[in-house]
């Protein structure tokens, strides 16, 4: 399989726990999206990652959340100190190109459900 | 403030039938348009990415328009199938394109 991998599919987290999400983009692709879609709500942007880079982070939390994308393995998004209203589906994409091409297609993984009890 | 409104939220159709989803933006400054599709569980899939400076796009039976002047974009369904059942995403970009603004969907149901 050459898609976006998102693991785990979903993953149940008591309050004041942490959450790792991670995401493994498709073969060849260095630029990796991160984003939170809550029930009955659009996809909404959190982060965007190259290589060991942060691009832009502007829709992420400034508290608790922080995403990775190393050298070597796949990408993590991480949640500190979880609450309830933490719960959601994350999805992750990667794209090949840079995204002020214009015409490069966000891959996306099928997404993480979070539980928050 | 940059927003994605699309229309309807949900729609009911007859197989074989074909139907066009609607979608208005504000994002401003602008660099591309994309209509994907969402099944239920699963991630968006890609249908099709247009530039403020095309008219319309194919991908098999979707065909989308883009008007960049009123900021209206339209996705067409031709001879709808039961598997078109999913959920209809309008998706612009800012300009740097590193941020897509997500419209919330409209939810399709092709019945037998």
């Known amino acids: 399989n050459a898609g976006v991998m998102q693991n785990p599919r979903h993953l149940v987290r008591r309050r004041g726990q942490e959450a790792r999400l991670r995401c493994s983009p498709m073969?060849?692709?260095?630029?990796v999206y991160w984003y939170r879609q809550l029930p009955e709500e659009g996809l909404k942007f959190m982060v965007y990652?190259?290589?060991?880079?942060?691009?832009?982070e502007s829709g992420m939390p400034k508290e608790r959340f922080s995403a990775e994308f190393p050298k070597e393995g796949p990408s993590i998004l991480r949640i500190q100190q979880v609450v309830r209203g933490d719960s959601a589906a994350y999805f992750c994409a990667s794209s090949g190109g840079t995204p002020r091409s214009g015409n490069q297609p966000q891959h996306f993984g099928d997404g993480t459900r979070l539980s928050i009890l | 403030k940059n927003q994605v409104e699309q229309s309807p939220q949900s729609l009911i159709i007859l197989e074989g039938k074909n139907c066009t989803l609607q979608?208005?933006?504000?994002?401003?400054?602008?660099?591309?348009l994309r209509w994907y599709k969402q099944d239920t569980g699963r991630g968006p899939v890609s249908l099709t990415i247009?530039?403020?400076?095309?008219n319309t796009k194919s991908n098999g039976r979707y065909t989308a328009t883009l008007d960049a002047d009123t900021k209206q974009s339209s996705l067409h369904i031709t001879a709808s199938q039961l598997s078109d059942s999913a959920s209809y995403i309008c998706?612009?970009?800012?300009?740097?394109?590193?941020?897509?603004?997500f419209g919330k969907g409209t939810t399709l149901s092709v019945s037998s």
């Open positions: 247009m530039t403020f400076s095309e």
């Open positions: 998706v612009v970009s800012n300009q740097a394109g590193t941020a897509l603004i």
């Open positions: 979608c208005n933006y504000t994002v401003s400054p602008f660099s591309n």
């Open positions: 073969k060849g692709h260095s630029h």
């Open positions: 990652l190259q290589k060991e880079n942060i691009i832009d």
